[in-house]
């Protein structure tokens, strides 16, 4: 069992960076397969970025060249860099880990924990 705790959206115009953060707990943080997900109002959620145990990294075309995913195995922490950020990234964001990658890295199927989400908007 892992739990997931999510942090560091806000508010920003566009162009503007943010740095999210998920802290786990619970559970040997090396062993899971990480993701961030976003659900915007009326949308469908979808897989953002998505980090594997070696720290291999896949990336939703719409963000790729602006945000980075990576992971702190020493704080069991994963992070999510948003460079010129655009109206369109507005939603929450929600950390995810599973135990595989089977279905692709960037969808939820895969995915068994989630945190709370943080929300982000930009304007």
């Known amino acids: 069992q892992v739990q997931l705790v999510e942090s560091g959206g806000g508010s920003v115009q566009a162009g503007g960076s943010l740095k999210l953060a998920c802290v786990a707990s619970?559970?040997?943080?090396?062993?899971?397969?990480m993701a961030w997900f976003r659900q915007a109002p009326g949308k469908e959620r979808e897989g953002v970025a998505a980090?594997?145990?070696?720290?291999?990294?896949t990336y939703t075309y719409a963000v790729q060249g602006r945000f980075t995913i990576s992971r702190d195995d020493a704080s069991d922490t994963l992070y999510l860099e948003m460079n010129s950020l655009k109206p369109e990234d507005t939603g929450a964001y929600y950390c995810?880990?599973?135990?595989?990658?089977?279905?692709?890295?960037?969808?939820?199927?895969?995915?068994?924990?989630w945190g709370q989400g943080t929300q982000v908007t930009v304007s």
């Open positions: 995810a880990a599973g135990n595989h990658a089977l279905y692709g890295p960037l969808q939820s199927e895969n995915y068994k924990f």
């Open positions: 619970g559970d040997i943080f090396t062993r899971y397969y």
């Open positions: 980090i594997d145990t070696a720290g291999l990294t």
